[in-house]
């Protein structure tokens, strides 16, 4: 039996991966799958300490990082639905991760902001890895900070595009 990479393996053999090689290259790839996976679970198990579902952590993870969000600012930035949206917000505030605050530009408006109990304790989870990713870094050259940095956003940016691909031409 072949070696699968982590993410075709939660799949089973679908779907079917791209053509392998033994080499650097496909290690790399699978490094970066593995990578990915393993991001993935420390966001299933921020989001099982938070009691929220993944939308609901990146949801929190958007507002945090902005300091404030309209709903509407906020749909669009997690790609969801206005209604769908209005929902995660009600269920956030409702568990005590969201508040709601008068716009101060515009006090027509509503925004969303994280509680500071929710601020807390997403620094206590999420802080550590930060700090254990520093040190890891530490190991590395400049040149090769430098090459990692333009791996990262290389693959951050065709990772967006694919999602833009299938967001526009879903395979149904």
Do not use: C
Request: glycine share 8%.
């Amino acid at each position: 039996m072949s070696k699968q990479s982590p993410v075709t393996g939660r799949w089973g053999s679908f779907p079917p991966a791209a053509p392998q090689d033994s080499g650097p290259r496909q290690a790399a790839a699978d490094a970066a799958a593995a990578f990915g996976a393993a991001a993935d679970e420390v966001d299933d198990a921020a989001a099982a300490a938070l009691h929220v579902n993944r939308t609901d952590l990146r949801i929190i993870g958007l507002i945090g990082a902005a300091g404030a969000m309209t709903a509407g600012t906020l749909a669009e930035a997690a790609h969801l639905s206005p209604a769908a949206t209005t929902a995660a917000i009600q269920r956030l505030v409702a568990a005590g991760h969201l508040r709601r605050d008068t716009d101060p530009a515009d006090r027509r408006r509503a925004v969303v902001t994280v509680t500071p109990a929710t601020a807390e304790a997403v620094g206590r989870i999420y802080g550590p890895i930060a700090e254990a990713g520093h040190r890891l870094l530490t190991g590395y050259s400049d040149a090769d900070l430098e090459l990692i940095t333009g791996f990262l956003e290389a693959g951050r940016r065709m990772q967006v595009d694919q999602a833009d691909r299938i967001r526009t031409h879903p395979a149904r």
